[in-house]
């Protein structure tokens, strides 16, 4: 059974920094990719960013590249997803998600056929 949980979300001041975790269970990072989403209030879920199972080649929406990296404890099937210079704007419910989408579809989140609770990320001005 696939599971995903993600924990470390919180509150933080505009230009701090939060480690989000996504534990991986029921499959194998070889067989699935792993995607980080948010979703703010009142807005559609975003992708953030994505490791290609290996964690060799990253993805990142244009909003925060140069500021969040994603790591991966493949033994632990653990994903990290660092977030520093955050701003007001980052405020969302952040989640991980996995399945099996094409490349070219790799920041639609309707491809993506399991996900975390999700964890909110509260950063104030």
């Known amino acids: 059974q696939v599971q995903l949980v993600e924990s470390g979300g919180g509150m933080a001041q505009a230009g701090g920094s939060l480690r989000l975790s996504c534990a991986a269970s029921g499959f194998s990072f070889s067989d699935y990719r792993v995607a980080w989403f948010r979703q703010a209030a009142g807005k559609e879920r975003e992708f953030v960013g994505s490791l290609t199972w290996a964690g060799r080649n990253t993805r990142f929406a244009d909003s925060v590249k140069g500021r969040f990296t994603i790591s991966r404890d493949i033994a632990k099937k653990m994903d990290y997803l660092q977030m520093t210079s955050l701003r007001p704007e980052d405020t969302a419910v952040y989640y991980c998600?996995?399945?099996?989408?094409?490349?070219?579809?790799?920041?639609?989140?309707?491809?993506?056929?399991?996900w975390g609770q999700g964890t909110q990320v509260t950063v104030s001005s």
């Open positions: 998600a996995a399945g099996r989408p094409i490349l070219s579809a790799t920041t639609n989140p309707n491809v993506y056929g399991f």
